[in-house]
T-cell receptor, first 116, second 110 residues
């Protein structure tokens, strides 16, 4: 079955530091990959996505590249801000397989705290 | 544009009481709909999904049930709540591969 593994958290950084949150996956076929962000007390928001190998998703200064050879989709940001403090979820969808009904498989989430 | 609503936003219920959480989607038709639970400090667990009116699939055996009486309405229910039902309940919809989430309902069972 499909699975997503994220780096253990929590992650604590100072403002303007470089961020990497590792994500690796196991899937049959050719999944689409996503990063979602959850701010305190809120639902999840789609941060970025990539639908095929070597695609780079980007949004709000965050980037992630779909690496099929290493089955990874690591999230990076060059300079984090206090407002980036949130929980980040890596997820995959194998809806291209036809029978998964768009279901997502999520990682366990990584808590990021950024201090001034 | 599409929007998704959940209510109530917060709920405190005693053990053994019934539950009804509602989710509605606007601006799209025939979406796939999903209910997730997020326990404190943990990831997301898919509870139910639906690909059409009256079509419900359960992902995990539990004390909860779901119904889809209308195309854009998804309801999560329980006849008797357990302490372990406490958590943050999220509804989501999709039309392609990505999902869009509602604001969530914080349920505390006392």
């Amino acid at each position: 079955g499909n699975s997503v593994t994220q780096m253990e958290g929590p992650v604590t950084l100072s403002e303007e530091a470089f961020l990497t949150i590792n994500c690796t996956y196991t899937a049959t076929g050719y999944p689409s990959l996503f990063w979602y962000v959850q701010y305190p007390g809120e639902g999840l928001q789609l941060l970025l996505k990539a639908t095929k190998a070597d695609d780079k998703g980007s949004n709000k200064g965050f980037e992630a590249t779909y690496r099929k050879e290493t089955t990874s989709f690591h999230l990076e940001k060059g300079s984090v801000q206090v407002s980036d403090s949130a929980v980040y979820f890596c997820a995959l969808s194998d809806s291209a397989g036809g029978t998964s009904y768009g279901k997502l498989t999520f990682g366990q989430g990584t808590i990021l705290t950024v201090h001034p | 544009s599409q929007t998704i609503h959940q209510w109530p936003a917060t709920l405190v219920q005693p053990v053994g009481s019934p539950l009804s959480l509602e989710c509605t989607v606007e601006g799209t038709s025939n979406p796939n709909l999903y209910w997730y639970r997020q326990a404190a400090g943990r990831g997301l667990q898919l509870l139910f999904y639906s690909v059409g009116i009256g079509q419900i699939s359960s992902e995990v055996p539990q004390n909860l049930s779901a119904s889809r009486p209308q195309d854009r309405q998804f309801i999560l229910s329980s006849k008797k709540l357990l302490l372990s039902d406490s958590g943050f309940y999220l509804c989501a919809w999709s039309s392609t591969s990505e999902q869009y989430f509602g604001p969530g309902t914080r349920l505390t069972v006392t």
